[in-house]
DNA sequence: AGGAGGTTGTGTACAAGTTCACAAAGGTGG
DNA sequence: CCACCTTTGTGAACTTGTACACAACCTCCT
């Protein structure tokens, strides 16, 4: 049963992350209290919507001074589940699966890429910074023996749904798909897409509606 | 002034490109035709969501038959402006910088990777996967030279707001951000910021309140 | 002790997005 | 040419998300 998290919208969930690193850079520059006001402008939304944000967590500020940056930070860390590491396996080591591998952003965020996957004989058994690279074949007993949560699917797109399928069978807990095509995963598995050349196809939407009403 | 485009709702707009992506398989494997039912299930939505999405852009289906693949391929390209290509710089040629250049869905997909820049004078001049490499002070002219219409920021956060600030102010059409910080662009420059640790960080709170309600 | 100034937390109105459900319309076969 | 089947396009209900505005509350100063 769940004591608490009366249901967070997702909108909100999709936040935390951004107003943790503004939290994150605040506490490096030594601020001791943070308004609704100012960390709205380091996340680029609006104050209302922080606060509103924020006391779906609880009510952790205090009225008249702001919330206090540490404590703040942990209670959303908290609520993101980053009080313990969650160990990632990148599946694919082209360039992505390579610069996958290499982002820091990862490993000092609480997600250690433990392992790198691949179909290819001639990749399997080298070392990509510092991380072995194994044959996909052992895919479910690294996912095993290393506490795999996570997968990173980084294959093309023909072998996404397969590499989705296996590491859902070998107990994974959630799926990130960066493969230019839709996979479905069992319900209960949280699953995200992230497609780079689909942001881009964004971009020029609006680009060209702005060059269509410029004329 | 706009001739067609009765304003396309940002929900809708963002997933064009992913049935655009559909039509691309369907029109590969040969399909003359298509339902919104089969293509909601290849897209992971609501066929009503396709039907009302496509709506927008004109009335390009037949009724009892479906939507003629080839040619509501056109439209969805021609909405998302990709009649033309959109040449792109990648700004930092760090790892992930370097990966997005040798991307081969850029290219193929309309946004040919015209430039890489980089402060570091032991880069400058090194070539990446075909890709120059040029130096950061040269910026401005690049962009007027080679027509770039996207800037890709993939330098650490630190650097990322300052080269913001420099492409809009060297004309630039539109900025897609990488780096792991809130930039901000004048009103009317199209803006997407991806951060991959983000999109682990919103894995990392589902499948933690997963693991709290199996308690 | 009390008032002034400031900031949170939230009820409420509003806007955007999703889903349903069905009339309208094209195709097909007798 | 008509009945039947199929699938689109869309009005309308509903759900989710955003923004406003203000009461509640804290701190500090006199």
Do not use: C
Not at 18 to 30: G, N, P, T
Request: zero cysteines.
């Amino acid at each position: 049963m769940a004591r608490r998290t009366p249901t967070i919208p997702e909108a909100t969930v999709a936040r935390l992350p951004i107003y943790r690193r503004a939290l994150v850079e605040l506490d490096e520059s030594s601020a001791i209290n943070v308004s609704s006001e100012r960390l709205a402008e380091m996340s680029g939304v609006n104050a209302a919507k922080v606060r509103k944000d924020l006391s779906y967590l609880g009510s952790y500020g205090t009225r008249g001074v702001g919330y206090d940056v540490d404590y703040l930070l942990f209670q959303v860390s908290r609520a993101l589940g980053l009080n313990n590491d969650w160990p990632v396996a990148i599946v694919g080591s082209g360039n992505l699966g390579q610069a996958l591998a290499n982002y820091r952003g990862f490993t000092q965020r609480g997600f250690p890429v433990a392992a790198l996957i691949d179909v290819d004989d001639k990749k399997v058994g080298a070392t990509v910074h510092g991380i072995e690279v194994h044959h996909v074949d052992r895919l479910e007993d690294l996912v095993a023996e290393l506490g795999i949560a996570i997968g990173i699917i980084a294959t093309p797109a023909g072998a996404a749904q397969a590499v989705a399928d296996r590491l859902v069978e070998a107990g994974i807990q959630s799926v990130l798909n960066f493969a230019p095509v839709v996979i479905s995963v069992p319900d209960g598995v949280p699953l995200r897409q992230v497609d780079l050349a689909t942001e881009l196809q964004i971009l020029s939407f609006y680009q060209q509606r702005n060059a269509a009403s410029d004329r």
